[in-house]
Structure formats: C-alpha cells, structure tokens
C-alpha cells in the first residue's frame, strides 16, 4: 500500500512525518526535525545546540470515523550563542504552553462561537474547562486589538451579566459597533479606565456621545471629552415616557371604580405601544380605556407627542417643539410626567442633539442581546477576562 503526500496532512514546518500508527482508539503522528535544518532557535534562527533531549505529545484534529490523533515531537533545549539564553524547541503550529495544536484549538473555539460549552466538550471528548482554556487562547492569538484612532461616535451603556446586579459598563464604536472597552461595574471609574487609554488626540476626534440620562457617565465625559456632545438615547426617554405613563395607569387603577380594574390593568401593553404598531383590535381597547379614564388618556397622548421632537432635522425646531412638550406635561396635573417635564428642560440641549447627530443605542442594544445569549449559554460568567474576549468577538464577528 501506498500513502503519497503524508506531509500536506501533517505539514509542520522544520519537522518530518516519520511513522504514522493505527490503532482501534486512535493513531499517534511520530515527528522527526528535518535533516536539513534541525533544531534552530525560535528567536533568531540559528541553529541549537542540543543540551537536553525529550519527547512531547500533542492533541491534534482527529481522522477518519472521530480518531483521536495525537503528534508525538522531540523536544531539544539548548543554550542559543547568538540569544544566550536557554530556548526550548516546539512546532509553531502547537501552542507554546498547551498539549494541544492551534488547528484544534480554533475548530474548538469555533464551535463555542456556536453552541454551549457543554455541547462542544461532548462533541469533542474534551472537558468543560478545556474547552473554555482552548477557546480563551484562540481569541487572545487572533482578536485584533480595538481601534482607537478616529473614533467619532461613542455609545456607552451597562449590562447586567451576573445575578445580583453584577454590572459591566461598555463603550462601542456608535458608526461600527466594535466593542472598545469593558469594565466591572457602572460607575466613574469604570468609564474612566477608558479615556485613560486614549491619546489627547484620539480624545480630540470624537464627536459625540451616546448615553443614556441615569448613571454617572455624563460627568465623566464632560471632564474627559468636553467638547464632544453628549445625546441622550431616544430610546431610554421613550422607556422614561413608558414608566410614567405606567405610573399614571396604577394611580387611576387605584381610584377606579372596582367595574373598571381589571379593565385598566389588562391593558398595560396597549398603552406602552407605539400608536401605530396596534391591529384593530388594539386600537379598540385604546380608545375605549381613554374614554373611561381622562387621566390614563393624556398620559398616553403626552407619551406620544413626544414622540414628534425627534421627527425635526434642525436643532432649533426640536428645541421648540421639546419647550411645547414640556408645558403641556406641566399644565396636565399628572406629578409623573411634570418631574419628566421639569428634568428634560435642564437636559434639553442633549435631548436635540440627536437631531444633529442621528445616533442612539441601537447598535448596543442589539448588541447587548448576543450578550445576553452568550451569558444564557455560559450560565452567568465567572471569567471577565474570558467574557471580555467573548463579547469583542460578537462585535466584530456577530452571529
């Protein structure tokens, strides 16, 4: 029988197949160095003394019906005359301090993009914890570094990864969504080991930010980056909007008469639903819940007409349209949207802007939900670092 080519199988570079072994379990790859070269020095390549001769082992892809294949290599240690300092030669295409090739490793890691880790470590007859170690080099080896040369937007969010509240603060890119930054918890300090990475003028191209009105990021952006623009996200104020007009429906659940309860309580979502988005049904419901309750129905018509700030192309006529908005919630006697009223005055310069910019969280929200299936998936995190390169992953590689 003949075996032509062996080595486009087992191409190692400086090594040669020298006998491949079958057996029932699986086979065993024996390498021997290249006659040609032999041994040579990983940093300079120059050749190497062999001082200290051994034999190592390797997991590799398996063949034929799920084989496990392991390379056996020799090892040589010696003292390199041009480095001086011991070098220990090993394949390049095995991993420098793992029994494990990178051809393994990264199929590895690219299940676990995939599926659970605890479906990949059956499906590889590998354990749980190997498959995390194999995966967590992989990204470290081929994860480019984050791009922070002509940054323009930013968007800066926190996310809930344990159970607890166990926050993370994350910054993206807002025109490409890569993930730039990731820090345990949401406070000033976890957005300030961010700037602390940028240059003055890396600091100098950005634009504007992206953030939502709670938390204390604002005061960090205003120290860091002052002349960029802070925008509020239109879509946490539309969740603002949606928990006043809420308010506003259990105080009139409170008051109504016990005929109207279950009416007013069965209708939550009908009321938190953009106008347009109801079937006829729903517009139904609508009307009639507005018809028995005044309260509930300026609660939702104010949530609405907000709604036509974010609709003008010019800073000047959304400002306008934003004072309009916030004399109306004043005069409606309804204490939860006069709070909203008197607080989207003092913020009226970053609810416009994103007339200007045109940026929201959309990027991070849609983001945030891979997270969300990357955490499901891993059942909580333990592992920062490891959920650091997971989620820049995602950003770069989204599933």
């Not at 429906?249 to 009908?270: C, H, L, M, S, V």
């Not at 910019?357 to 299936?373: A, C, D, M």
Request: charged share 25%; with cysteine.
């Amino acid at each position: 029988m003949k075996v032509l080519n062996i080595k486009a199988l087992y191409d190692f570079v400086g090594y040669v197949v020298d006998k491949i072994s079958c057996q029932p379990l699986g086979a065993q790859v024996n390498l021997e160095f290249d006659g040609r070269c032999g041994p040579r020095c990983s940093n300079c390549g120059i050749s190497l003394p062999r001082h200290r001769c051994r034999r190592q082992s390797a997991a590799d892809l398996s063949i034929a019906s799920g084989l496990i294949v392991y390379i056996n290599f020799p090892v040589v240690q010696g003292l390199c005359g041009k480095c001086q300092h011991f070098v220990t030669t090993r394949p390049k295409e095995i991993h420098p301090t793992k029994d494990a090739t990178w051809r393994l490793m990264r199929r590895v890691s690219q299940m676990a993009k995939y599926a659970p880790v605890t479906a990949v470590a059956e499906m590889m007859g590998l354990g749980e914890s190997t498959v995390r170690r194999y995966d967590m080099a992989v990204l470290k080896e081929d994860l480019p570094e984050p791009n922070l040369d002509g940054l323009r937007v930013l968007i800066i969010d926190e996310k809930s990864i344990r159970r607890g509240h166990g926050y993370v603060t994350l910054v993206l890119n807002g025109e490409t969504g890569e993930l730039l930054h990731m820090a345990e918890g949401k406070k000033k300090a976890s957005l300030e080991s961010f700037f602390e990475k940028l240059t003055e003028e890396q600091k100098a191209s950005i634009e504007a930010v992206c953030i939502d009105r709670a938390g204390s990021y604002q005061s960090v952006v205003g120290e860091q980056i002052p002349k960029a623009a802070i925008v509020y996200d239109h879509f946490h104020l539309r969740l603002n909007l949606n928990t006043a007009v809420d308010e506003v429906r259990r105080q009139e659940w409170r008051k109504a008469k016990e005929e109207d309860k279950p009416f007013i309580k069965g209708n939550r979502f009908i009321l938190l639903a953009n106008e347009e988005n109801l079937d006829d049904k729903g517009s139904d419901k609508l009307a009639a819940i507005q018809e028995i309750n005044e309260n509930i129905a300026t609660a939702h018509y104010l949530k609405e007409q907000f709604r036509v700030v974010h609709t003008y192309s010019y800073v000047g006529s959304a400002k306008k349209a934003l004072e309009q908005w916030c004399d109306m919630a004043e005069e409606s006697d309804l204490a939860p949207f006069q709070r909203l009223a008197k607080s989207f005055r003092k913020g009226a310069d970053k609810i416009v802007a994103f007339c200007k910019y045109q940026i929201t969280s959309g990027k991070i929200e849609g983001f945030n939900n891979l997270v969300s299936r990357v955490v499901h998936r891993a059942c909580g995190i333990v592992n920062l670092d490891y959920a650091w390169l997971k989620f820049r992953q995602l950003s770069i590689q989204p599933i």
